[in-house]
């Protein structure tokens, strides 16, 4: 079971810090509010009993105390306003802060994401529960557990003190019992943490499994498979259910026990008090002080372990998402054929070697995918010239897929080097602002056919937009054209013009100097894809373009 504290939060999320030192400010003034509260209600109750009031027959006032009560109340009233705005403002900060380290690590997700698309790592489904659903979890752990945690670090030692300099014995018994209640949270903790972890890998997978439904749907209704698949999805439903329940059991039960030891542990102290007071060694204020400090000491201790459910969901994904963000996020481990660069599916670069300028230089490179049988591509060599297309063309799983990554600086590759004017490239944003990619299924986005275009270039006027689509071959394509979620609306080829056109866009306005195509012309008629290689011909760019047709 890890700390109370989530190490990672600590380290990973700068604006965790700040609130635990807030936090810890407030917890503390919240301590000397609730001494200050009980040392006001023992005085205020001892004075009721020394100080009667009384009437005489004819109701007319004949004793009454002094000013002491009044003062009294006046000032427990200011305690309570003050104590609520401190829980006021423990809440506040701990919504700020839960929405500043979401806002954070979902940045981070999308950036390593973004650093490394072609990791297997997380599907798409589970990526989606996770900064959905899964990090706003971290509300509970933000705004009801760790400003409880902190609580329980401040309170009980204020009041311990308290309680110490009014009596000894009644310390020793709260120092004896307050422990426990940390050990049966842990016994606790250690079972809920198992169980929360277990209902987050079967709702992963029930996001998964329905995000492939979605997506292989119309290929089950051609094949007649559509309603088998929904015996499947209920049983992974019902799984997440039944593990949701269990989680909410083990919660409800360890109330009840820590509720159970903190009663107990208060009825001890009462109980010795109450005996001290009939043999008058003790006096009624300090009894009553010491019963109203005594729960006090015990419930911030208590709630941490009833908030401890709060925030299991929330640092269950934030430590999902510290596995997909790390420091060095893992290949995708489908490994590809292996290729053999003597045999005849090898990787062969179509077009001479250049002796202008060179753009891109790629020496002996090579890259094994774990657990794979051989290397996925081997000692491969390639140069590309300032306004050179060259065809990459080999079978399916020759590793054409593995030198476009590696270029994109999708891949780190197990050796070899590639390198821009002498420079090695990476993973680094100015090197890919030199590139335009166009991929074999290009990503849309819900708008019209001009919105996708200007992904390239989002200044770029409706002019230069309508050009780049004439430049790609698709003059036909009207740039209000609606374009729904993922290309409905469009056909096959009209997503890959547009997506070249999006790619033109960066070549014409942008930076970009090396386009990268993965079938570009596939699903194009021969006139199209007549303008498109004219097109890059007379743009005099650098094109990098897999194919199966030479």
Known sequence: ??????????????????????????????????????????????????????????????????????????????????????????????????????????????????????????????????????????????????????????????????VLTADLTSAIIIAVTLPLIPVFMMLVGWTTQARTAKRWAIQTRLSHHFADLVMGLPTLQVFGRAKAQAKGLLQTEAAHRRETLGTLRISFLSALVLELLSTLSVALVAVVIAFRVVNESMDLQTALFLLILAPEAYLPVRQVGTHFHDSADGVAAARAAFAL????????????????????????ADGPVPRAKQLLAIRHLTHSYPGASGPAVSDFNLDIADGEIVALVGASGSGKTTVLNSV????????????????????????RERLAFVGQNPGMIAGTVADNVRLGFPKATDSAVRAALD???????????????????????EKRRIATARALLRVILGRARLMLLDEPTAGLDADAEAVLLGTLRRLGVAALVITHRP
Do not use: C
């Open 408 to 431: 994109m600086g999708f891949l780190d590759p197990s050796l070899g080097t590639i390198t821009s004017a002498g420079h090695r490239v990476g993973a680094d944003a100015s090197w």
């Open 325 to 348: 963000i790390g420091d060095a996020p893992a290949e995708s481990t489908a490994a590809e054929s292996p290729l053999d660069a003597d045999s005849p599916a090898a990787l062969q």
């Open 471 to 493: 430049e790609a071959g698709a003059p036909e394509l009207a740039l209000d054209h609606a374009v729904g979620v993922d290309g409905e609306g469009v056909s096959a080829g």
């Open 1 to 162: 079971m890890a700390g109370p504290l989530d190490s990672n939060l600590l380290r990973r999320a700068r604006a965790t810090r700040g609130f635990l030192i807030a936090g810890t400010g407030v917890g503390a003034v919240n301590a000397v509010l609730t001494l200050f509260e009980a040392w006001l209600i023992a005085y205020a109750v001892t004075f009721l009993f020394q100080h009667a009031w009384w009437y005489s027959s004819d109701l007319e006032v004949v004793e009454a105390g002094p000013w002491g009560m009044l003062w009294a109340m006046w000032w427990l009233g200011a305690v309570f306003a003050g104590k609520a705005v401190l829980n006021w403002l423990t809440t506040w900060l701990g919504h700020r802060t839960s929405a500043a380290v979401k806002s954070q690590l979902r940045t981070d997700i999308v950036k390593s994401r973004l650093a490394n698309p072609v990791q297997a790592q997380t599907s798409t489904g589970g990526l989606i529960t996770l900064v959905t659903q899964g990090l706003d979890a971290l509300d509970g752990y933000y705004a009801k557990y760790l400003p409880q945690l902190l609580l329980a670090g401040t309170v009980p030692v204020i009041i311990g003190v308290a």
